[in-house]
């Protein structure tokens, strides 16, 4: 029975934040799609602060480790963008819309170009942009699931209010996926089913959870700290410095409403999950 639970609440928060997102990315929201990168940004700087550094913080590991454990996550998330094998993808994205690659040459250096040559290398570029976003996505679902069966393991009602809480705070981060993978993917149904499958990989950590709940229990609050810096080097590497334009006051009253949106839907969360404890 808890396994099942398990399994439904997993699959509800991976794939149901994503569908959710897409309805509010496509629909809803669909005029202001250029805002959803301010939204993402609040989003993954208030879960990691607000929710799951305090989260692992509260338990018996050492304040001293923990700090240790995001720095050190910090430097790997560096050091695996700077070896072009961990880019979330936004930059990838944007420069596609305006019909441009990151780093695209200018004037005679760019006439000296090949046309065919930098099709290729856009199209490579895309491409990896899209599978960045989606490996991402999967560890991070992946994670999810762990802590969502943790949950369960402890109470069936805890487990109902962490898929919850998940679902919650995965929308805003799936709608800045669905952006970036729509700008390579041939239609939204496409970048869909794309991430919908990263988020199924929610339920395999459930089940793997359920299996191992007792061995993994310790190790937790680590991978709390993992999936913060994680987030933070993300927020602060990737999405915010394409935030930082010279734009009107108006423009940038809406960037910072936006990631206070973004902020507060995460802030919500956290305080309703917090007065259920």
Same mark, same amino acid.
């Given at each position: ?57 509260? &338990?018996? =590991? !050492? @304040? ?6 995001? +720095? ?6 560096? #050091?695996? *963008? ?113 991430? &919908?499958? =990263? !988020? @199924? ?6 089940? +793997? ?6 061995? #993994?229990? *310790? ?59």
């Amino acid at each position: 029975m808890t396994l099942l639970a398990i399994l439904v609440g997993t699959l509800v928060a991976g794939i149901g934040s994503v569908w959710l997102a897409a309805w509010l990315s496509f629909g809803v929201l669909n005029r202001y799609t250029q805002h959803m990168l301010s939204l993402a940004a609040g989003a993954l700087l208030a879960t990691a602060f607000l929710h799951l550094l305090p989260e692992a913080f509260e &338990s018996e =590991a !050492g @304040a001293h480790e923990l700090f240790l454990t995001l +720095l050190i996550g910090l430097v790997f998330f560096f #050091l695996l *963008d700077k070896a072009q094998l961990w880019h979330h993808g936004h930059e990838h994205g944007q420069a596609y819309h305006h019909g441009h690659a990151p780093g695209q040459l200018s004037g005679h250096d760019h006439k000296a170009r090949d046309h065919g040559h930098l099709h290729d290398h856009h199209a490579k570029d895309k491409l990896g942009g899209q599978w960045a976003v989606l490996a991402g996505d999967s560890v991070h679902c992946f994670g999810d699931g762990i802590l969502i069966a943790s949950a369960f393991m402890a109470d069936m009602r805890l487990g109902v209010i962490a898929a919850l809480a998940v679902l919650a705070h995965e929308v805003p981060h799936h709608m800045g996926d669905l952006a970036v993978l729509r700008q390579g993917c041939s239609s939204r149904k496409a970048a869909i089913v794309k991430v &919908s499958m =990263a !988020g @199924a990989v929610t339920a395999l950590g459930g089940a +793997l959870g359920y299996v191992l709940v007792d061995a #993994l229990h *310790d190790w937790l609050p680590y991978f709390l700290v993992v999936a913060s810096s994680s987030f933070v080097y993300v927020a602060l590497a990737d999405l915010i410095p394409q935030l930082q334009k010279r734009l009107s006051a108006r423009q940038t009253a809406e960037q910072i409403l936006w990631l206070a949106v973004g902020m507060g839907m995460v802030l919500v969360v956290s305080v309703l999950a917090g007065h259920q404890h």
